[in-house]
């Protein structure tokens, strides 16, 4: 209250023997807010929520996406600086939590108020979010990014894991450098990475264990061979309507690796028979084997230390601000 900010749960918590009306009153009625006031707030208030219809109604009487509304309601008529939601979802059912995602969606655009958003869902951190925190344990520990970047350049194999369906494919490779090129190589399997693709950052040229991770989208599949494509079996084709995903196995001397690709829908070929797989070379992500960090990312923070300690001003403060985290619109903490 002192701090203006307004919170909603996963229960509803409503008052069962009050009306719509007196449950969105009650806390502008402990402020002795005029009696007046309170009417055309409440009228407002649920007139944004669609509740106008409901306000002499008791909870009892509401779908369980109208009494959602009306806590919602209850903490938007407050007018607070900050909302904090608490998977105020997590109750409702498929159809509905996604419908109310839309309406939370609209609501945010509307209010344009700061709302953080905590839920264990990855698809409702992605819609909802203009920036994501990727929380693990109770911990900030993983990233803080926009859903964009946190989907295309996750800075660590947990967050690359954890967002996306199908998770991404992950596969043990050794990043070898050799005459200026980097190639990543398991097995048959050896793909020569982009130029713009960091270099070791072991502080030694050769070789480097890394995990190669790749998302569904762009593991290319062919029915006949193609250069540069590895022979794989067929283990499940999933026809989800438009799309289609296949599940894999890559054999080779190393031993078996399981890889979800994502197919036409008109994908022809039963479990058991051979395609031939490959990977789009710019989409790959390489994460080092025993932390878990994305190259991409070790090598920016060494580049950044070089620079500091070179004596750059300007990114050192560049530096310290970025380690300052403020909330400045709709943030989504998503953990596991």
Known sequence: KERGVAMVFQDYALYPHMSVFDNMALCLKVDKVPKDEIGRRVRETAAI?????????????????QQQRVALGRALIRRPSVYLLDEPLSNLDASLRAAMRAELKRLHQM??????????????AMVLGDRVAVMREGKLLHQVDTPRRIYDCPDNKFVAEFVGSPQMNFIDCTLVEKFDAVYLVRGSLCLKVPDSFPRSTSGRSGYLEVVMGIRPEHVLVSLDPQEGFVKSSVRLFQQMGNVGYVDLVLE????????TAMVSPDFERASGEHVFIGFDESRIHVFDKNSGRSLRVINEATNCERRVEGGDDNLAETKAKSEDFSVDSHVVQVRR
Do not use: F, N
Request: aromatic share 2%; with cysteine; net charge negative.
């Open 49 to 65: 929520l669609e509740l106008e219809p409901c306000l002499r109604r008791k909870p009892g009487q509401l779908s369980g996406g």
């Open 252 to 259: 080779d001397e190393v031993g078996e690796v399981a890889i």
């Open 111 to 124: 209010l344009r108020t700061t709302m953080v958003y905590v839920t264990h869902d990855q698809v409702e």
